[in-house]
């Protein structure tokens, strides 16, 4: 069964530094989306993506953030300068259609120290 | 904020139907109903999802009122493994952006 998968699986950085979280949507899907989840706390929305552009994106995602589809398979979080309220787990998305089921990865542990 | 609201936890014994309800009083008329459940810190897995019919899968079974004010998730014979959070999403379609707002689900745990 197709399913997305998301590199690494945790990663551990210092504020400031760059950071770049990649998933690999399943394949003939369209639509690409970034949630996180702070620990303890609601899956929140940052950011849907098709045809190469930001389709809607949360309070959360300032500019701080980027999201790029840099080949026909890799999607990726980009987070510039991280703090150390952006700990939290990053969960990858896809849909084959706008309206339908989003199928989600297996999240990558971000945590800044 | 979510539009759904759900008891903050349940259990139930394994082998026995899960049914986990949900509230949904707002919803409009072409938005769906979308079940997921997280087990620890993994990812949302995607479980059922319906508009006003009953619908049935290999995992579960849902069930909408006819008003479509709330609706039941039903496991039917839960085991240890379905002890997860349930969450209840009504697709907001917001100038035709499809992104999900979780709220903080039920906490299900299935009791040997």
């Known amino acids: 069964e197709p399913e997305v998968t998301q590199t690494p699986s945790h990663q551990v950085t210092q504020m400031g530094q760059e950071v770049i979280l990649r998933c690999v949507p399943i394949s003939n899907h369209l639509y690409f989306y970034w949630y996180r989840q702070i620990l303890g706390q609601k899956v929140e929305f940052l950011v849907s993506f098709y045809n190469n552009e930001i389709s809607e994106k949360s309070e959360i995602f300032d500019d701080q953030f980027s999201v790029e589809r840099p080949d026909g398979s890799n999607f990726t979080l980009k987070i510039r300068s991280t703090k150390l309220e952006d700990s939290a787990m990053y969960f990858c998305?896809?849909?084959?259609?706008?309206?339908?089921?989003?199928?989600f990865g297996p999240g990558t542990r971000l945590t800044v120290t | 904020d979510a539009k759904t609201t759900q008891p903050t936890s349940m259990d139930c014994a394994e082998g026995r139907a899960a049914n986990l309800p949900c509230n949904h009083s707002?919803?409009?008329?072409?938005?769906?109903v979308y079940w997921y459940r997280q087990i620890h810190s993994q990812g949302p897995q995607y479980i059922i999802h319906?508009?006003?019919n009953n619908e049935t899968n290999e995992m579960a079974s849902l069930i909408i009122t006819e008003d479509r004010k709330s609706s039941t998730l039903i496991l039917p014979h839960a085991t240890l493994r379905d002890t997860a959070v349930y969450y209840c999403i009504v697709r907001v379609a917001d100038s035709g952006t499809y992104k999900y707002i979780f709220g903080t689900g039920t906490r299900l745990k299935v009791l040997a």
């Open positions: 319906g508009l006003k």
């Open positions: 998305a896809s849909s084959s259609q706008r309206g339908y089921e989003q199928y």
């Open positions: 707002t919803i409009s008329g072409n938005e769906y």
